[in-house]
């Protein structure tokens, strides 16, 4: 399995039909917007607009943005610290410009397919197969979830370290192998850091040095290279407990034999995104109801299927070891181990293992196929190319075309609320209320679809329902962000239906868990005011202008306040800051501007603004 000899040049000039292809498949996404979980790990996180020591990166669990925002007991079982400063770099380069964060993602995934590509140059006697291969695996629709979902890049990063690092390994050369063997290690360590599937390259570097067909190591000395990777394991194994409390993800509803005995069927649902990529979008899969099932039936046949696959063609090592790599790749997320995702399937799972799986396609494509295998694997290539750039048109693009295509097209509520809240601020709320309530049937612990719902309700004057649906999810599992919006949606509803002391008591409440909110703020200085108290509204509004200077909503109601209380100066100071097009566009607020500005000139006693 000697790599043959390769001009400089043609290896540069194979890299770019790679990464020229790559570009127009993906060309769309260059105009893609931020989508999902990228609004909270990226567009919002103080670690990427502000740079942040090694440590503290290195320190912080994944998804949780601000320790003092959650429980101590709550983790999220997620650990990829050094993705955080890959975003950072970004937004440096680029800005908060979800073009530039994509543009990243796309340079990672060439990077990765040009990596790919010299590790089977160096197994693959057939240097067009490789290329074929490599394109394949470049174009495939399976890892446009990974490439243009911004917050999906630690699948990219780590399976590109992983594979360089393999790459370091393999090459068999002895000139320089010290040093090769020692960046491996390294690779090795930023994969990991990237995400744990990088674990998973030690098994897949043992099931190599089994496999391979030139002179084995000895078991002592191949032992002793190992230990570089545990070292480094164990450190980054450590430093995950210390974020998350935890080695592994907590939490797993299901037994371990109901567990195991699915784990097929999850083999063979991951493996069918890839040999039959129709319909692919975000899955939200869960276990089957019942335990004898057509899933488990399935998985068991698709078992069978392999192992008779892996019997027949046992001699050819590299695809008995392409075959078990990609199954080694997947056990991450065969919850065998407990994980902490809702779903079961996903396609940017499939990110890592299905690159190892390439070097079982290389001999298949190679000089076992002829001129048929060819033109299969080129109509593959075209075909998975014009998917991919429909799918970054027309489905990862932005978040309206997102959740239309899931919820209407693939009927995936689990972003039925995600829907709502578009169709809600489009003005068409009967069709909001429709999937507010099938979001909240499917995923009933989506707290943010409850939050949406009920200030949906107060908005349309249907504040007692809102009531119901705000006490039902008070006793939810949430951050203190979210618990804050649930009780201002409580302040709210209260204060609709007139009961003001109970509104005051929600909103500070809200206050307490959110100080920094300037809405609450704006909220409990209203009710303050409703109630006469206008020193406290007063202060508290002021408050919010701290936190919100151009908010023209705090200013108005602060102005109202003053003209209540009597304090017409201060209220023509503070609508006068309004900008003039506000002014302009906005007539109630001109028409207090001329009340405050009367009052104040003739001296008039107050009297409350109605």
Not at 165 to 194: E, K, S, W
Not at 401 to 421: D, K, P, S
Not at 564 to 586: F, Q, T, Y
Request: aromatic share 12%.
């Amino acid at each position: 399995m000697d790599e043959p000899r390769r001009h400089p040049c043609a290896l540069l000039r194979q890299w770019a039909v790679i990464a020229v292809l790559i570009i127009l498949a993906y060309a769309p996404t260059f105009t893609g917007d931020f989508l999902l979980d990228d609004h909270v790990l990226v567009e919002n996180n103080p670690f990427v607009r502000q740079g942040h020591s090694l440590g503290t990166y290195l320190s912080q669990e994944d998804g949780i943005l601000d320790r003092n925002n959650w429980d101590d007991a709550f983790h999220t079982g997620y650990y990829r610290p050094l993705i955080n400063l890959t975003y950072f770099i970004d937004y440096t380069l680029w800005g908060m410009n979800p073009a530039g964060f994509r543009a990243s993602n796309l340079i990672f995934h060439i990077l990765a397919c040009c990596t790919l590509y010299i590790v089977l140059l160096r197994s693959c006697a057939n240097p067009l197969a490789a290329l074929g291969v490599s394109l394949l695996f470049a174009l495939h629709p399976v890892n446009t979830e990974s490439v243009s979902w911004i917050a999906s890049r630690n699948n990219i990063l780590a399976t590109f370290f992983s594979l360089a690092a393999f790459y370091c390994h393999i090459d068999p050369r002895q000139n320089g192998r010290l040093f090769r063997q020692t960046l491996a290690v390294a690779l090795f360590g930023l994969a990991i850091f990237c995400k744990e599937f990088g674990v998973m390259l030690l098994p897949v570097i043992f099931l190599y040095n089994r496999l391979r067909k030139d002179p084995k190591e000895s078991p002592g000395n191949e032992l002793i290279g190992y230990l570089p990777f545990m070292v480094v394991l164990a450190v980054y194994l450590w430093a995950r407990t210390s974020a998350t409390g935890s080695i592994v993800s907590q939490g797993a509803a299901y037994s371990m034999g109901w567990r195991i005995a699915f784990a097929p069927y999850l083999i063979a649902y991951h493996l069918s995104l890839i040999c039959f990529p129709v319909g692919l979008h975000n899955f939200f899969v869960t276990y089957p109801e019942a335990f004898w099932s057509r899933e488990l039936v399935y998985g068991l046949l698709v078992a069978g299927l392999l192992g008779a696959l892996l019997w027949t063609f046992r001699r050819r090592h590299l695809f008995v070891f392409g075959v078990l790599s990609f199954l080694v790749g997947l056990f991450p997320i065969l919850n065998i181990i407990p994980t902490a995702s809702a779903t079961l399937v996903a396609m940017r799972w499939v990110y890592f293992p299905f690159a190892f799986l390439c070097m079982a396609l290389c001999p298949l494509a190679g000089k076992h196929g002829g001129k048929k295998t060819a033109i299969v694997i080129i109509c593959a290539i075209v075909a998975s190319g014009i998917y991919t750039y429909r799918l970054n048109r027309y489905h990862w693009h932005d978040e309206a075309a997102f959740f239309r295509n899931e919820v209407l097209v693939h009927r995936n509520n689990l972003y039925a609320g995600g829907l709502a809240e578009w169709y809600w601020k489009n003005g068409d709320r009967y069709r909001a209320e429709t999937y507010f309530k099938k979001g909240i049937a499917a995923v009933p612990q989506m707290i943010e679809t409850r939050i949406n719902y009920a200030a949906m309700l107060i908005e349309t004057g249907r504040s007692q329902e809102a009531l119901v649906i705000i006490h039902k999810a008070l006793g939810m599992t949430m951050s203190r962000k979210s618990r804050g919006g649930l009780y201002s949606n409580l302040g709210m509803a209260l204060t609709r239906l007139n009961r003001l002391d109970e509104a005051v008591a929600a909103l500070e409440s809200a206050v307490g868990y959110t100080p920094d909110m300037p809405d609450i703020l704006n909220n409990l200085g209203t009710v303050y005011g409703m109630r006469g108290e206008y020193e406290e509204a007063a202060a508290v509004l002021t408050r919010g202008l701290a936190k919100s200077p151009d908010s023209v909503g705090l200013k108005r109601n602060l102005a109202v306040t003053h003209i209540r209380a009597g304090d017409h100066r201060s209220a023509v100071e503070i609508l006068s800051s309004i900008p003039a097009a506000e002014r302009k566009r906005d007539p109630s607020i001109r028409a207090l501007l001329r009340e405050a500005r009367a009052k104040s000139n003739a001296g008039a006693p107050s009297t409350e603004h109605r």
